[in-house]
């Protein structure tokens, strides 16, 4: 059964560097979304992407933040200049295409644990 | 901003037994509901979904129950087993319009079946 992956599976970094986070989403899915969780809270969503650009971001994804799809399997989350806030799980997920005024689900991946110290 | 509310933050059942999971919204914008399982360190992982032109959507052990004049929904796992064990997210969505219909999740209550 086809499934999001995400790696790395645990990323550790010093405050003020940059980091990327990769996902590879089901491969016939055109949305694309990041979520992340901070610990004992609730899924929060970041953003999401269709047909190469952003459709929706949440307030929480400011200019620290981007999103790129660098070829036709990946999709990245860059955090630039990390901050300990930005500690948290990240979820990539995938949906496909619906038509006729329907909604798909999306699939998530396993999460990448990042870790800002 | 609690858009999706699952008030009980933690459920004990009896393997065997019925668990019921509530969830409930305050946006009327949002149409198409989910109910996510996770387990720690891992995604969330998709359970079942119903539409707001339906009122029941059963799949195996699982029955999503919604109640759109009471914007409450609930998850029915019967019987209950001790893998159902895990956090169960709660989340909606507005009616694909052509966007990418971001989910927006609840706060998520914590089952454990007990043997």
């Known amino acids: 059964e086809p499934e999001v992956t995400q790696t790395p599976s645990h990323q550790v970094t010093q405050m003020g560097q940059e980091v990327i986070l990769r996902c590879v989403p089901i491969?016939?899915?055109?949305?694309f979304y990041w979520y992340r969780q901070i610990l004992g809270q609730k899924v929060e969503f970041l953003v999401s992407?269709?047909?190469?650009?952003?459709?929706?971001k949440s307030e929480i994804f400011d200019d620290q933040f981007s999103v790129e799809r660098p070829d036709g399997s990946n999709f990245t989350l860059k955090i630039r200049s990390t901050k300990l806030e930005d500690s948290a799980m990240y979820f990539c997920?995938?949906?496909?295409?619906?038509?006729?005024?329907?909604?798909?689900?999306?699939?998530f991946g396993p999460g990448t644990r990042l870790t800002v110290l | 901003d609690q858009q999706v509310k699952q008030n009980s933050p933690s459920l004990s059942v009896q393997e065997g037994r019925i668990s019921i999971l509530n969830c409930d919204y305050t946006?009327?914008?949002?149409?198409?509901f989910l109910w996510y399982k996770k387990y720690p360190a891992e995604g969330p992982t998709f359970l079942i979904s119903?539409?707001?032109?339906?009122d029941k959507n059963e799949d195996g052990r699982f029955t999503v129950f919604l109640n759109k004049s009471a914007k409450h929904l609930s998850l029915h796992i019967v019987p209950s087993q001790p893998g159902d064990s895990a956090v169960y997210f709660c989340?909606?969505?507005?009616?694909?319009?052509?966007?990418?219909?971001?989910?927006?999740f609840g706060t998520g209550t914590r089952l454990q079946v007990m043997l």
């Open positions: 992407f269709y047909n190469n650009e952003i459709s929706e």
């Open positions: 119903i539409s707001s032109i339906k």
């Open positions: 491969s016939n899915h055109l949305y």
């Open positions: 989340a909606a969505s507005p009616l694909n319009t052509g966007t990418a219909s971001k989910l927006t």
């Open positions: 997920a995938s949906r496909r295409r619906t038509s006729g005024g329907s909604t798909d689900t999306q699939y």
């Open positions: 946006n009327s914008m949002f149409d198409y």
